[in-house]
């Protein structure tokens, strides 16, 4: 394959323009890809076209990524059933009526968001349940959709990226690891990796920005307009595509909370079972995905149980026709994702990252090395639109820029870290960011327009603290 250079970033800056202006998802990821194809073939349209093609089916050549979005298809189907026996709204009456938990918009959030992070196991799950949950909640108060995928996303990957035992820290400690082998650094890469989490400034502004979103009025312009429109009674903004629909369903049962817990506790329960057998208890890439994979059709099972022969609110045929009905609400999804893997798999084969960091990594003082990593990291994932990649390619750099210079690693790593997780929040091709949008109902565009400011916010706060405690340690 020819060196691709600055051409490697047309793919990413077409995606994103075209998102933006014409809030066509789809169509923009679909242009995208074709650009990138087009940049690897030296611009020979028939052989990029090919190439394209071939790309998408290749997607599916992931053990992870098939995994992923079979999982993603088989958690509506409960969720769709839970909605349906009227599981969802048992639980509204549980913890809005009976136990007075979520008595207005302020205890609303603050579940969504402490869901998202109790769900630590897995970020899909996490949001899918987190905007599951708290659906009817946040039209009973009138709180805006913008507002909760806020809150649920922002909440979510702070805690994620910030925790060692789940995927996240797996990820992050395998990348640790690997530098100590090769000498890179010295010391154990578990201690490296809850040092550094010590660093992750970015999650921990954006935990404080989301506390103060729900506690206070405050609130940026796209963001207030979303709020003052949810209080007028309208969900949605007028000429919005959410990529699932959250109005009014069918309910075909009695409002019980069983019907939601016996399932969803199910899968809970079936994961250190699964990540027992297949990676003996340790939370590792292919290990958590088919963990929860085996989880979700554990409770699937359960579910019919509970309601065919416990319940009997349905047979056995119309369980399997209401799960497929599930199953359908997630095609959107999928078309977007697999496209979102595509254009992931594009950024590897077109070395964005590594063209970013070797270029912009000019002389500079040791006291700004950490706030460097920070921005290229951020520049990547924004780019890229994974926080993943993006650890995998900045994590080693900033360990080897810190060793070679004299910077401190903890604070280094901690800012490759809150780098990563910027991009993760406020990309359009995001791969969480789509799930996140759809798990709440929302318009992609419009997610990512009214959170944007709270993440540069947080950003710039992370950014200034790099470049002070740079300095501090520099000293």
């Known amino acids: ?15 994103i323009c075209l998102a933006i202006l014409t809030r066509q998802v789809i169509l923009s990821l679909m242009v995208g890809c074709v650009a990138g194809f087009l940049v690897l073939s030296n611009f020979h349209i028939g052989q990029g076209l090919q190439s394209s093609i071939q790309g998408a089916i290749d997607v599916f050549k992931s053990d992870g990524v098939v995994r992923t979005l079979i999982f993603t298809v088989m958690i509506s189907g409960v969720i769709h059933l839970a909605r349906l026996t009227g599981g969802m709204q048992g639980l509204v009456n549980l913890i809005s009526e009976r136990l007075k938990i979520v008595k207005g918009p302020v205890s609303t959030q603050l579940l969504a968001g402490l869901l998202a992070v109790v769900v630590f196991i897995d970020s899909y799950l996490a949001m899918l349940t987190s905007g599951a949950a708290s659906a009817e909640l946040v039209s009973k108060h009138r709180i805006a959709r913008e507002q909760v995928a806020y809150v649920i996303k922002n909440a979510g990957i702070s805690a994620w990226s910030s925790m060692i035992f789940n995927g996240w820290g797996a990820m992050m400690l395998g990348i640790i690891a690997v530098q100590v082998e090769n000498g890179s650094i010295h010391g154990n890469p578990l201690n490296i990796l809850a040092h550094s989490i010590a660093y ?32 007028a009674g309208v969900e949605v903004r007028s000429g919005a595509a959410p990529l699932a629909a959250l109005g009014e369903q069918k309910v075909i049962a009695p409002a019980s909370v ?24 340790v939370i590792g890439d292919g290990s958590a995905s088919t963990a929860i994979l085996w989880a979700v059709i554990f409770g699937q099972v359960m579910g019919c149980i509970h309601y065919v022969w416990i319940k009997r609110v349905m047979n056995i045929s119309a369980y399997i026709n209401h799960l497929v009905e599930g199953y359908q609400a997630m095609v959107p999804l999928v078309v977007v ?11 590897s084969q ?39 990649g993006t650890f995998s390619i900045m ?50 565009m419009d997610h990512i327009k009214t959170q944007l400011p709270y993440c540069l916010t947080a950003a710039g706060i992370a950014l200034a603290g790099f470049v002070v405690l740079g300095v501090a340690q520099a000293l």
């Open 1 to 15: 394959m020819h060196e691709v250079g600055v051409w490697g970033l047309l793919s990413p800056a077409v995606t």
């Open 200 to 231: 992750n400034l970015f999650a921990w502004a954006s935990l404080a920005l989301v506390l103060i979103s729900i506690f206070t009025p405050f609130a940026f312009p796209a963001m207030r307009r979303a709020k003052q429109r949810a209080a």
């Open 258 to 281: 069983s019907n939601l817990l016996v399932p969803l506790l199910s899968l809970f329960m079936f994961v250190p079972v699964g990540l027992y057998i297949t990676g003996n208890g």
């Open 337 to 347: 994702l697999t496209l979102a893997f595509l254009i992931g798999d594009l950024s």
């Open 350 to 388: 077109l070395k964005i990252g590594q063209f970013l960091s070797t270029h912009f990594s000019v002389l500079m003082p040791v006291s700004l090395i950490a706030a460097f990593v920070f921005l290229v990291a951020a520049l990547i994932s924004l780019s890229t639109g994974t926080s993943w």
């Open 395 to 444: 994590i080693p750099i900033g360990i080897q820029l810190a060793v070679s210079s004299g910077a401190d690693p903890y604070l280094v790593v901690g800012a490759a870290i809150s780098g990563a997780i910027f991009g993760d929040t406020t990309s359009p091709i995001s791969d969480s960011g789509i799930v996140t949008a759809t798990a709440t109902g929302n318009d992609l």
